[in-house]
Nanobody, 124 residues
Framework: QSQLVESGGGLVQPGGSLRLSCFAS????????IGWFRQAPGKEREGVGC????????IYTDSVKGRFTISGDFTASTVYLQMNSLKPEDTATYYC?????????????????WGKGTLVIVSG
């Protein structure tokens, strides 16, 4: 059974850093890319960024460019989201998702499998 599990969330002060992990297991077929998404209380889910399993393509939403970095250790079936210079508006539940086929951009409706999320709270 294909499964994604996020970890690494928690409480951090503004300006601080966190690294989230997404562990993929049970994928019989190779996924094409992994995306990170987030949903703040009372708001719609938004894309944070995506990385192709080939490692040659990574995209980010404008609000996190220069602060967040997505990387993958695909031999360990794990994708990371390094978050630096965190702001209170980054507070959200963060989800990772897998796309089994190539999709343009990083749309949430292009993802086939989702994790259950990990909560990040940025507060001082």
């Amino acid at each position: 059974q294909s499964q994604l599990v996020e970890s690494g969330g928690g409480l951090v002060q503004p300006g601080g850093s966190l690294r989230l992990s997404c562990f993929a297991s049970g994928f019989i077929e190779e996924y094409y890319s992994i995306g990170w998404f987030r949903q703040a209380p009372g708001k719609e889910r938004e894309g944070v960024g995506c990385i192709a399993k080939s490692g040659d393509s990574t995209i980010y939403t404008d609000s996190v460019k220069g602060r967040f970095t997505i990387s993958g250790d695909f031999t360990a079936s794990t994708v990371y989201l390094q978050m630096n210079s965190l702001k209170p508006e980054d507070t959200a539940t963060y989800y990772c998702a897998a796309a089994m086929t190539r999709v343009a951009g990083c749309p949430d409706n292009g993802m086939d499998y989702w994790g259950k999320g990990t909560l990040v709270i940025v507060s001082g």
